[in-house]
């Protein structure tokens, strides 16, 4: 070893016997002294309530697997909508100028409002013109209305990566001879794609979230079922348990995305 | 008959005129170079005759027939001019067989069995079968040079246009892409060259071009360029080149 390797090794073991001694004393101190907080005992019984989570988990589980669906067959649809939309925003004919202002005005309209009232308005309000079953689902026009709110801000993201592709390589394709669409598809979009990746990741975790949005118009997913057990119980646990579930799935994919947009920072120093 | 001629070309990017006038011909089977400062309109012209910049006065004639009409739609003849850039552009996301194949796949139509053989035996030719595979990102700038310049190729081009190729390369991986260009001289490629190696302009080209501030100075052979220039300016811009 080298001098300085050997000093970087002493100063590194250094570092982690102190990191570990302070956050021993932190973790320590808390553990002792929140029980002895005036009224924990009161936050305990209705938060961490142990008999109420495991008679409710199981059940918080079932319901879970309501949001994975709906996102299951939301997440798609807006990927391939969001993309549409992007395309349609970018369109140079004239006789797709249309599709641009419609593109223009899809994205304001449904990235200004707030995803509730889209909710409240496409998932109440359609199955309330008196459509036949199965027709009136609120699955169906809750997920729509997802689907036309995150399309919106997934649109905007595939633009900013469309964008972020170097005009050279665009050059390069158009003198060899490849048209317009040919010159996107096969050497910009992939590209594009690519370079956006880390940021899509975080609308879907923010989609997993927000398929929640949907309990206030019928689906008993799992943040309705925690409110059905939070009322049978009196008791706030259920919700601690639904959070606990969220948490589980979505930290790891949080975790992912930073990984992927700490890489690409790597690769494009 | 001239394969390649630029008559009075005007190129504007707003206030800014690159070129101012250029006329410039190109015979079948000439290497001609363009010398110059930066920003003397080299670059421009090798786009503007590629169609990927559009001019606002002048013609561009390839075999005589008339590329810069507004309106023309600029694939067919992109197909008939290859050309390489500064720095290589080769897309990242295919790996260097891939890169080759797009164009003519997209457009040539031909079989795949065909296709495959010819670009394969392009890779042969210019000596990067071993790196055919490779993306570019596992490729040096030698071979990513080479590997745009039979990207081009593989459209079967009747013109070629270089866009200052060795100029983003490491001094001595300048010398694989030279020969390249030679290789092609012997085989009778038409080329022009927007160029700062002037060693290499001396000795291969036929013609050579001298441009200042969008306009061609003076033009003629390498030795009556090199050795008995006329105008001062090409004189100047020599003395400082050649140091």
Request: hydrophobic share 50%; with cysteine; glycine share 6%.
């Amino acid at each position: 070893m080298t001098r300085r390797e050997l000093y970087e090794h002493q100063q590194r073991r250094r570092s982690l016997i102190i990191a570990g001694i302070s956050t021993i004393c932190v973790v320590v101190t808390i553990i002792f002294l929140v029980p002895f907080a005036p009224g924990w005992e009161k936050v305990q019984k209705s938060f961490f309530n142990g008999a109420v989570l495991t008679k409710t988990f199981p059940k918080l589980l079932d319901a879970f697997r309501v949001n994975i669906m709906i996102f299951a067959w939301s997440a798609p649809a807006i990927a391939i909508l969001g993309l549409m939309i992007a395309l349609a925003r970018d369109a140079k004919s004239p006789a797709l100028f249309p599709l641009r202002i419609f593109g223009a005005a899809f994205t304001d309209i449904f990235r200004g409002v707030p995803v509730i009232l889209t909710v409240y308005l496409i998932g109440f309000g359609i199955p309330g013109l008196g459509l036949p079953r199965p027709w009136n689902s609120p699955f169906i026009w809750g997920s729509l209305a997802l689907i036309l709110t995150y399309s919106a801000y997934v649109a905007e993201i595939f633009r900013a990566g469309i964008d972020s592709v170097h005009p050279s390589q665009r050059s390069a394709a158009l003198s060899l001879g490849l048209s317009e669409r040919q010159v996107m598809k096969d050497v910009i979009l992939p590209q594009a794609i690519r370079n956006v990746v880390p940021s899509q990741m975080n609308m879907l975790i923010a989609l997993q979230k927000d398929v929640s949005l949907l309990s206030f118009i019928g689906p008993v997913e799992i943040f309705r079922q925690a409110g059905v057990y939070k009322s049978l119980f009196a008791n706030f646990t259920p919700y601690v348990g639904a959070a606990i579930i969220f948490l589980i799935v979505t930290i790891p994919a949080t975790r992912y995305a930073d990984y992927l947009m700490a890489r690409q920072m790597r690769e494009r120093r | 008959m001239l394969k390649l001629e630029l008559r009075n070309v005007v190129k504007r990017f707003g206030e800014n005129t690159v070129c101012n006038g250029i006329s410039l011909g190109v015979e079948q089977g000439q290497m001609v170079c363009l010398i110059g400062a930066s920003g003397a309109g080299k670059s421009t012209v090798l786009r503007c005759i590629n169609l990927l910049e559009p001019i606002e006065d002048g013609e561009i004639f390839l075999d005589e027939e008339d590329i810069s009409i507004p309106g023309l739609n600029p694939q067919n003849v992109r197909s008939k001019i290859g050309m390489v850039f500064q720095n290589f552009n080769l897309f990242p996301h295919m790996t260097a067989f891939e890169n080759a194949i797009l164009a003519p796949k997209r457009i040539r139509g031909l079989s795949k069995v065909d296709l495959n053989a010819e670009i394969e035996m392009l890779f042969e030719r210019f000596e990067l079968t071993e790196r055919m595979h490779n993306y570019p990102d596992q490729l040096s700038g030698g071979q990513q040079q080479r590997v745009a310049i039979v990207r081009a190729l593989a459209m079967k081009p009747e013109v070629m246009l270089f866009d200052e190729i060795t100029s983003a390369l490491d001094p001595q991986l300048v010398g694989e892409v030279l020969d390249v260009l030679l290789q092609l001289k012997a085989q009778g490629m038409t080329m022009v060259l927007a160029t700062h190696e002037m060693q290499f302009a001396r000795q291969a080209a036929d013609k050579i071009c001298f441009l200042k501030d969008g306009k061609v100075v003076e033009e003629g052979t390498a030795k009556e360029i090199f050795n008995t220039p006329k105008q001062a300016e090409t004189k100047a811009f020599l003395e400082r080149a050649l140091k």
